[in-house]
Protein backbone atom coordinates (compact mmCIF):
# COMPACT_ATOMS: atom_id res chain seq x y z
CA UNK A 1 0.00 0.00 0.00
CA UNK A 2 1.23 3.64 -0.82
CA UNK A 3 2.41 5.51 1.92
CA UNK A 4 3.12 8.99 1.68
CA UNK A 5 5.10 10.72 4.42
CA UNK A 6 5.28 14.74 5.28
CA UNK A 7 8.40 15.40 7.31
CA UNK A 8 8.19 19.43 8.28
CA UNK A 9 9.60 22.28 10.73
CA UNK A 10 7.23 24.65 11.85
CA UNK A 11 7.96 27.60 14.37
CA UNK A 12 4.95 29.83 14.09
CA UNK A 13 2.21 27.37 12.99
CA UNK A 14 2.18 28.21 9.45
CA UNK A 15 3.78 25.21 7.82
CA UNK A 16 1.79 22.69 10.34
CA UNK A 17 -1.79 24.56 9.08
CA UNK A 18 0.38 24.11 5.48
CA UNK A 19 1.28 20.51 6.20
CA UNK A 20 -1.89 19.42 7.48
CA UNK A 21 -4.20 20.83 4.10
CA UNK A 22 -1.73 18.93 1.99
CA UNK A 23 -2.27 15.71 4.33
CA UNK A 24 -5.99 16.27 3.78
CA UNK A 25 -5.25 16.65 0.31
CA UNK A 26 -2.74 13.23 -0.83
CA UNK A 27 -5.48 11.54 1.85
CA UNK A 28 -7.53 11.46 -1.30
CA UNK A 29 -5.35 9.14 -3.54
CA UNK A 30 -3.25 7.38 -1.06
CA UNK A 31 -5.22 6.40 2.29
CA UNK A 32 -1.93 6.50 4.41
CA UNK A 33 -0.09 9.60 4.87
CA UNK A 34 1.98 10.28 8.00
CA UNK A 35 3.20 14.04 9.27
CA UNK A 36 6.45 14.12 10.92
CA UNK A 37 6.89 17.29 12.49
CA UNK A 38 10.56 18.26 13.46
CA UNK A 39 11.13 20.04 16.78
CA UNK A 40 12.90 23.29 17.93
CA UNK A 41 16.12 21.37 18.34
CA UNK A 42 16.18 20.05 15.05
CA UNK A 43 15.08 16.24 15.73
CA UNK A 44 12.78 14.74 13.90
CA UNK A 45 10.74 11.81 16.10
CA UNK A 46 12.77 8.96 16.06
CA UNK A 47 9.57 6.73 14.33
CA UNK A 48 9.97 9.42 11.73
CA UNK A 49 13.20 7.53 10.20
CA UNK A 50 12.04 4.15 9.91
CA UNK A 51 8.52 5.07 7.85
CA UNK A 52 10.45 7.60 6.00
CA UNK A 53 12.55 4.44 4.93
CA UNK A 54 9.33 2.63 3.72
CA UNK A 55 7.69 5.59 2.63
CA UNK A 56 6.85 6.05 -1.45
CA UNK A 57 6.58 9.60 -1.23
CA UNK A 58 8.23 12.38 0.47
CA UNK A 59 7.02 15.53 0.90
CA UNK A 60 9.51 18.20 3.19
CA UNK A 61 8.20 21.69 4.23
CA UNK A 62 10.03 24.17 6.11
CA UNK A 63 9.37 28.20 6.26
CA UNK A 64 12.03 30.20 4.42
CA UNK A 65 14.21 32.57 6.88
CA UNK A 66 16.75 34.86 5.80
CA UNK A 67 16.04 33.02 1.84
CA UNK A 68 16.26 29.66 3.08
CA UNK A 69 15.85 26.85 5.58
CA UNK A 70 15.54 27.47 8.79
CA UNK A 71 17.97 25.72 10.64
CA UNK A 72 15.94 22.97 12.19
CA UNK A 73 14.91 21.66 8.62
CA UNK A 74 18.57 21.59 7.55
CA UNK A 75 19.58 20.01 10.88
CA UNK A 76 17.03 16.91 9.97
CA UNK A 77 18.59 16.90 6.14
CA UNK A 78 22.10 16.70 7.42
CA UNK A 79 21.24 13.88 9.40
CA UNK A 80 19.49 12.37 6.44
CA UNK A 81 23.17 11.88 5.13
CA UNK A 82 23.18 7.96 6.92
CA UNK A 83 19.89 7.37 4.58
CA UNK A 84 21.70 8.72 2.01
CA UNK A 85 24.81 6.42 2.45
CA UNK A 86 22.53 3.49 1.70
CA UNK A 87 20.37 4.92 -0.96
CA UNK A 88 17.23 4.13 1.12
CA UNK A 89 15.02 7.28 -0.25
CA UNK A 90 16.30 6.72 -4.17
CA UNK A 91 13.83 6.74 -6.31
CA UNK A 92 11.15 8.00 -4.02
CA UNK A 93 8.71 10.57 -5.36
CA UNK A 94 10.13 13.91 -3.61
CA UNK A 95 7.79 17.44 -3.09
CA UNK A 96 8.49 20.18 -1.09
CA UNK A 97 6.59 23.52 0.09
CA UNK A 98 7.73 26.98 2.30
CA UNK A 99 6.46 29.69 3.42
CA UNK A 100 7.48 33.66 3.43
CA UNK A 101 6.30 37.17 2.61
CA UNK A 102 10.11 36.96 0.97
CA UNK A 103 11.72 35.41 -1.99
CA UNK A 104 11.41 31.30 -2.00
CA UNK A 105 13.83 30.36 -4.51
CA UNK A 106 16.68 29.91 -2.58
CA UNK A 107 14.55 27.17 0.14
CA UNK A 108 12.97 25.33 -2.92
CA UNK A 109 16.42 25.24 -4.40
CA UNK A 110 17.30 23.55 -1.22
CA UNK A 111 14.74 21.34 -0.93
CA UNK A 112 14.96 19.97 -4.90
CA UNK A 113 18.74 19.76 -4.13
CA UNK A 114 18.51 17.50 -0.82
CA UNK A 115 16.01 15.28 -3.09
CA UNK A 116 18.52 14.73 -6.15
CA UNK A 117 21.04 14.07 -3.54
CA UNK A 118 19.09 11.31 -2.58
CA UNK A 119 18.01 10.21 -5.71
CA UNK A 120 14.61 11.30 -5.77
CA UNK A 121 12.08 11.40 -9.04
CA UNK A 122 10.97 15.56 -7.74
CA UNK A 123 7.63 16.10 -8.77
CA UNK A 124 6.66 20.03 -7.65
CA UNK A 125 6.60 22.25 -4.87
CA UNK A 126 3.94 24.71 -3.46
CA UNK A 127 4.78 28.01 -2.07
CA UNK A 128 2.26 31.00 -1.20
CA UNK A 129 1.57 31.38 2.13
CA UNK A 130 1.44 34.52 4.58
CA UNK A 131 4.99 35.01 6.30
CA UNK A 132 6.33 32.57 8.44
CA UNK A 133 7.20 34.91 11.11
CA UNK A 134 3.86 36.47 12.23
CA UNK A 135 2.49 35.38 14.97
CA UNK A 136 -0.69 34.58 13.82
CA UNK A 137 -1.01 31.66 10.86
CA UNK A 138 -3.59 33.04 9.04
CA UNK A 139 -4.42 31.69 5.42
CA UNK A 140 -7.03 32.61 2.53
CA UNK A 141 -9.78 29.75 1.62
CA UNK A 142 -7.45 29.78 -2.06
CA UNK A 143 -4.01 29.24 0.08
CA UNK A 144 -5.42 26.46 2.02
CA UNK A 145 -7.25 24.83 -1.10
CA UNK A 146 -3.73 25.16 -3.18
CA UNK A 147 -2.16 23.31 -0.24
CA UNK A 148 -5.21 20.77 -0.20
CA UNK A 149 -4.36 20.77 -4.29
CA UNK A 150 -1.16 19.97 -4.24
CA UNK A 151 -1.26 17.33 -1.53
CA UNK A 152 -3.72 15.62 -3.71
CA UNK A 153 -1.64 15.63 -6.64
CA UNK A 154 1.61 14.63 -4.64
CA UNK A 155 -0.46 11.51 -3.70
CA UNK A 156 -1.71 10.59 -6.85
CA UNK A 157 1.67 10.83 -8.69
CA UNK A 158 2.96 8.83 -5.79
CA UNK A 159 0.40 6.66 -6.41
CA UNK A 160 0.72 5.68 -10.30
CA UNK A 161 4.74 5.69 -9.58
CA UNK A 162 4.53 2.78 -7.80
CA UNK A 163 2.15 1.20 -9.65
CA UNK A 164 3.30 0.96 -13.24
CA UNK A 165 3.91 -2.17 -14.24
CA UNK A 166 7.43 -3.23 -15.12
Known sequence: ??????????????????????EAGAKVSVPRVHLFPIDAEGKAPDSAWELLKTSNGIIFGTPTYMGGPSW???KFADASSAIWSKHEWDKKIA???????????????????????????WAGSL?????????KPDFSPHEMEAA??????IGAITKNFHHVPS
Open 148 to 153: RAFGER
Open 1 to 22: MTLVSIVYFSRHGHTKKQAEAI
Open 72 to 74: QFK
Open 95 to 121: AGFTNSMSTKFLSIGYLITLAMQHGMI
Open 127 to 135: SQTPQEGSK
